[in-house]
């Protein structure tokens, strides 16, 4: 049971399992002070996330976050650098497994400004979806990019609740697979006539698409009860699923 006292509005303190914590909410260099022990119970990878996201100060995240990442918030002033590098090759691996798959089908490069703009939108729906309960889905928000139509770029969208966290590959990898199990409702000899079943096989298409060249990963989460939300999204340039392409463009499976 947690008890919560309101002692100004710039600070409150939180008594969880015997451990008193005072969480400033003033300046933002304000220090994170612990009365006793004080851990991570979630991994690196999303208490730096939550970090940076400022939950660390936000009066609707406080209780969550010194329960889960407490010492990632108490260091706050000094946070630990992330292996962006890692990701990057990691999620472009697991996108090019599958495109290895298929006959004349290049492998794709790495783009940075993709993968900006992909997490820049992820940031976007991770943000539009707080608060959002694992129980009413209904009222999850996960709608393509409409700046993909001004700029030509090509987009899948994932969303995954995890009742533990998941590392940034992970989550590729995830989405990845489930993108690619559209291939069951593909019928490549007959392509012409899928094309406006694209609600059910267009993630699938737009991975292996042959003209497609760069991509570019972004991954973003947001705490839901006792699980998190993950959604990831991924820019491919150029774009696919053109109307009228399909059949030169998305390859058989190699013999």
Not at 61 to 74: D, E, H, L
Not at 116 to 130: E, G, M, P, S, V
Not at 210 to 223: E, L, S
């Amino acid at each position: 049971m947690h008890t919560m006292k309101y002692l100004t509005v710039f600070a409150v303190i939180i008594v969880c399992a015997g451990d008193e914590v005072l969480v400033p909410m003033g300046k933002t260099n304000d220090r994170l002070v612990v009365a006793s022990e004080c851990k991570d119970r979630m991994s690196s990878y999303a208490c730096d996330y939550f970090v940076i996201k400022g939950y660390c100060k936000q009066s609707s995240y406080v209780a969550y976050m010194i329960r889960n990442c407490c010492q990632s918030c108490k260091d706050l002033d000094n946070p630990k650098p992330s292996d962006t590098r890692a990701v990057d090759v990691g999620c472009l691996e697991s996108a090019n497994k599958y495109r290895k798959r298929h006959q004349r089908t290049r492998i794709l490069e790495w783009d940075k400004t993709l993968a900006q703009k992909a997490q820049t939108y992820a940031d976007f729906l991770a943000d539009k979806n707080r608060g959002v309960s694992i129980n009413f889905l209904r009222k999850l928000y996960v709608e393509h990019d409409p700046d993909n139509k001004v700029v030509g770029n090509g987009e899948n969208l994932y969303f995954h609740i995890s009742w533990k966290p998941i590392t940034d590959v992970e989550a590729c990898i995830l989405a990845d697979k489930e993108w690619y199990d559209e291939i069951k409702d593909w019928d490549f000899q007959n392509s012409s006539k899928l094309e406006k079943a694209l609600k059910t096989t267009g993630d699938f298409t737009q991975m292996i698409w042959k003209r497609t060249g760069r991509v570019g990963f972004g991954i973003a989460r947001t705490p839901s009860e006792n699980a998190i939300m993950n959604f990831v999204v991924a820019k491919y340039k150029v774009r696919g699923n053109m109307p009228g392409r399909f059949k030169e463009n998305v390859m058989p499976l190699k013999k």
